[in-house]
């Protein structure tokens, strides 16, 4: 019990690490190759959350249940305006052509944070929430948008 809250200890203070750098990075602007990578990154980080978070889910009070279809369908529609993001993204000269997309993922996260913040899903899944949303977050900062928990969406 002790040496899993080290552990948890440790790993949130890395992700404030994390997104301090991201804070300073987020003062300057950014090469489309750049925000490739960061968008390769949270749309990988969606689908592996999806998957913990489907599992998580089944071993929940929330099992079999309408609001435990309601969040898979939630996650699921994250993980597809990942997907809407990317493929827009490809095809645009400028990553501020892809905001609107932005907006949208940062939404829909913003709809889960609200399930991860209300309901206890397991240390593997919270971690994978807050890599996640570290993730959003920059995403969040590089299109100049509210960040994922905001009353803005």
Same mark, same amino acid.
């Given at each position: ?10 790993? =949130? ?98 709809? =889960? ?17 807050? =890599? ?22």
């Amino acid at each position: 019990m002790i040496r899993t809250n080290k552990f948890a200890f440790l790993f =949130i203070g890395l992700v404030a690490i994390l997104t301090l750098s991201s804070a300073v990075q987020a003062q300057r602007g950014y090469s489309k190759a750049e925000v490739d990578r960061l968008i390769k990154n949270a749309e990988n980080r969606s689908d592996e959350f999806v998957g913990t978070f489907d599992r998580s889910l089944d071993r929940s009070r929330l099992n079999n249940s309408e609001r435990e279809d309601q969040l898979n369908r939630r996650a699921q529609d994250l993980e597809k305006a990942f997907d809407d993001l990317r493929s827009r993204f490809d095809r645009t000269e400028s990553y501020l052509d892809t905001r609107d997309e932005a907006r949208k993922c940062l939404n829909i996260a913003t709809d =889960i944070n609200v399930a991860m913040r209300n309901n206890r899903l397991g240390t593997r899944t919270e971690n994978a929430w807050v =890599i996640l949303r570290n993730e959003m977050n920059t995403l969040a900062r590089v299109y100049n948008l509210p960040l994922v928990g905001s009353r803005a969406y």
